[in-house]
């Protein structure tokens, strides 16, 4: 059974900080990519993060470019978010997911993963 379990968030000041983990089971992992996305209350969902688990490479959306950092951790088969210097609008639901096909044209489309876990809150006050 595929599992991802995100954990980390919560509430945090203006220019705080939070590391938000993903753990995954029940694939290999080295083979998928591992997307975080963000969806706020009223607003669609977008692609924060991705990274590919074959070579390491990363993605990020423009505005938490040098804010974000994700990485994974292919032994423990978790994927991590390191979150700097967090403001309002970053408070959202934020959630991990997988898929084994994502390319670079298509790491910021919800619908093209296919498992997903259950979400952890951000809240950033300021």
């Known amino acids: 059974e595929v599992q991802l379990v995100e954990s980390g968030g919560g509430l945090v000041q203006a220019g705080g900080s939070l590391r938000l983990s993903c753990a995954a089971s029940?694939?290999?992992?080295?083979?998928?990519?591992i997307g975080w996305f963000r969806q706020a209350p009223g607003k669609e969902r977008e692609g924060v993060s991705c990274i590919k688990n074959s070579d390491g490479t990363t993605y990020y959306l423009d505005s938490v470019k040098g804010r974000f950092t994700i990485f994974a951790d292919n032994a423990k088969n978790t994927v991590y978010l390191h979150m700097n210097s967090l403001i309002p609008e970053d408070t959202a639901a934020y959630y991990c997911?997988?898929?084994?096909?994502?390319?670079?044209?298509?790491?910021?489309?919800?619908?093209?993963?296919?498992?997903w876990g259950q979400g952890t809150q951000v809240t950033v006050s300021s």
């Open positions: 029940g694939f290999t992992f080295d083979d998928y990519a």
């Open positions: 997911a997988a898929d084994k096909r994502i390319t670079e044209a298509t790491m910021w489309n919800f619908d093209e993963y296919d498992y």
